[in-house]
T-cell receptor, first 111, second 113 residues
Framework: DAKTTQPTSMDCAEGRAANLPCNHS???????VYWYRQIHSQGPQYIIH???NNETNEMASLIITEDRKSSTLILPHATLRDTAVYYCIVRVAYRDDKIIFGKGTRLHILP | AAGVIQSPRHLIKEKRETATLKCYPIPRHDTVYWYQQGPGQDPQFLIS???????DKGSIPDRFSAQQFSDYHSELNMSSLELGDSALYFC????????????FGQGTRLTVV
C-alpha cells in the first residue's frame, strides 16, 4: 500500500512556483522520499529524491521537514509543460526496491 | 543518453491470444521492474528482477510470466489475454548500488479486442 497522502489536484499559474505537498507520517528511517511525474500516458519521469536534507536539481527542489513526516516539491517557475500527475513515493533506496505509486496530485498549470 | 527501450510501442491482440512485451534497460542497469496502468488508473507494480532473478512480485496474474535474460533485457509474457488486460505496460530499470533512481520507458499500449 502507498505510504503517502497527496492532494488530488492543484492549480498553479504559469511562471509561478508550484508547491506540491506530501504527507508520509509513517516513513521509516531508511526510506527516502522520491518524486516522479507522469505527463499524459508517458512513462513516469524521475524528478528528485532525498533522505532528510533539502535537495535541489535542475528540475525542482525538495523540502523535507525535520521530523521527515512531510515534504514539499517545488517547481520554481512552472510552465504549461509541467502539467502532469505528480507522485510522492517513499522507498528504501536499495537497487531492487520497487516503486509503489499512490494516487498522486494532478497539477494543472494555467496560462 | 540511452533510455529504457520498450517494444513494441503498440500491440493489438484478440482475446485468448498471447502477447510478449520486451524491455531493454539502460546499459549497466541490473534491475528491471514491470508496471501495468489501466485507463484512468495509477501504475501498478507487477514484478521485478535483479541480476536475472525475480526479486519481488506484485499483483501479477498467473497468466503472466516474466524473465530477465543474460543481457539484462526482460520479457513479459501474457497468455489467455482478456479484455481487462488492455493497459499501458511500463518497464523501468535502475543501476547497481544504493540511493538509486529508477528510469521508466515510454511503455507498450496493449489493446485486447
Amino acid at each position: 500500500d502507498a505510504k503517502t497522502t497527496q492532494p488530488t489536484s492543484m492549480d498553479c499559474a504559469e511562471g509561478r512556483a508550484a508547491n506540491l505537498p506530501c504527507n508520509h507520517s509513517t516513513i521509516s528511517g531508511n526510506e527516502y522520499v522520491y518524486w516522479y511525474r507522469q505527463i499524459h500516458s508517458q512513462g513516469p519521469q524521475y524528478i528528485i529524491h532525498g533522505l532528510k536534507n533539502n535537495e535541489t536539481n535542475e528540475m525542482a527542489s525538495l523540502i523535507i521537514t525535520e521530523d521527515r513526516k512531510s515534504s514539499t516539491l517545488i517547481l520554481p517557475h512552472a510552465t504549461l509543460r509541467d502539467t502532469a500527475v505528480y507522485y510522492c513515493i517513499v522507498r528504501v533506496a536499495y537497487r531492487d526496491d520497487k516503486i509503489i505509486f499512490g494516487k498522486g496530485t494532478r497539477l494543472h498549470i494555467l496560462p | 543518453a540511452a533510455g529504457v527501450i520498450q517494444s513494441p510501442r503498440h500491440l493489438i491482440k484478440e482475446k485468448r491470444e498471447t502477447a510478449t512485451l520486451k524491455c531493454y534497460p539502460i546499459p549497466r542497469h541490473d534491475t528491471v521492474y514491470w508496471y501495468q496502468q489501466g485507463p484512468g488508473q495509477d501504475p501498478q507494480f507487477l514484478i521485478s528482477f535483479y541480476e536475472k532473478m525475480q526479486s519481488d512480485k506484485g499483483s501479477i496474474p498467473d497468466r503472466f510470466s516474466a524473465q530477465q535474460f543474460s543481457d539484462y533485457h526482460s520479457e513479459l509474457n501474457m497468455s489467455s489475454l482478456e479484455l481487462g488486460d488492455s493497459a499501458l505496460y511500463f518497464c523501468a530499470s535502475s543501476p547497481q548500488g544504493m540511493n538509486t533512481e529508477a528510469f521508466f520507458g515510454q511503455g507498450t499500449r496493449l489493446t485486447v479486442v
